[in-house]
């Protein structure tokens, strides 16, 4: 498994903040957090514009205020159909997962993080969808 760029999207610090951690002792490395689904469309947006290469991951979460992850994801795909996005979720969300998935989501983790699952979300994602 190659060390990933990683983008976190959750309007939660704390969650930014465990995720994060998580992921680097993974051995990925956040490139950029986000605290709205707003602003990682944006993200992706200038990233795309200025020709910047964008992350070879995106966590997002479901339930966020402006722009939740469902419709996020949908825009950002709509931009880069490439990307790959797993939504992170709490139990009892399993409609909204559906949706997500729906929306072309690869993948998602269930709140609270074990890193064990995350992992294999992970891995399952890049394995079956990441382009070289």
């Keep these: ?4 760029e990683i983008m976190v999207v959750d309007d939660s610090a704390l969650t930014i903040k465990k995720l ?7 051995g990925h490395q956040v490139s950029k957090t986000c605290k709205s689904g707003m602003e990682a469309v944006e993200t992706f947006k200038y990233l795309k514009d200025k020709g910047l290469p964008r ?26 159909p490439d990307a790959l996005i797993i939504m992170v979720t709490s139990h009892g969300q399993e409609q909204m997962v559906i949706e997500a998935i729906e929306a072309g989501a690869k993948g998602y983790v269930l709140k609270p993080f074990k890193i064990e699952k995350l992992k ?8 079956r969808y990441k382009k070289e």
């Design 1 to 4: 498994m190659t060390n990933l």
């Design 20 to 26: 994060g951690a998580m992921l680097e002792q993974l």
């Design 55 to 80: 992350p070879d991951l995106v966590t997002m979460d479901i339930t966020m205020p402006e722009m939740d992850g469902i419709a996020a994801t949908s825009r950002i795909l709509a931009m880069d």
């Design 120 to 127: 294999e979300s992970i891995n399952q994602v890049i394995t």
